[in-house]
């Protein structure tokens, strides 16, 4: 199970990194719950692959395209579930936000169920993104 686990991490971090979120969209459970963290215009929490999709392509419009992802450690896979640390990085109408956090997924089968975001700095993100 771990190594599944892990492969299914490292094909979602390639995924984002490399902005193909049509592979991103292809590793999700039907049924997927994605918990967007603070309190700003993309957060909340997200159920099912099209309310993920919608956000994450809320994000990528925001940003003109420019949100990067970066793994910045090991994944570390505790049987279904997985650590991923990570840096990521955007600019939006004339502001930035470059900060580290950790992604967890928890993984069913070949598929993420479920992901929880962590940010270094939440009150930085929800200024960057805008009110809710």
Excluded at 1 to 18: I, W
Excluded at 25 to 51: C, E, R, Y
Excluded at 81 to 101: C, Q, T, W, Y
């Amino acid at each position: 199970m771990e190594s599944n686990t892990l492969t299914v991490a490292r094909r979602y971090v390639d995924a984002v990194s490399a902005k193909d979120f049509a592979t991103v969209a292809g590793l999700f459970a039907d049924d997927i719950v994605w918990h967007q963290p603070g309190d700003n215009a993309v957060s909340g929490t997200h159920s099912g692959g099209a309310a993920v999709g919608e956000m994450l392509a809320t994000q990528m419009i925001a940003t003109e395209g420019t949100f990067e992802l970066q793994l910045t450690g090991d994944p570390m896979v505790n049987g279904a579930l997985v650590a991923i640390p990570i840096h990521f990085s955007a600019k939006r109408a004339g502001n930035e936000m470059s900060m580290d956090g950790v992604d967890v997924l928890r993984v069913e089968g070949d598929r993420i169920a479920e992901v929880w975001l962590f940010s270094a700095d939440q009150q930085a993100e929800d200024a960057f993104w805008g009110a809710s």
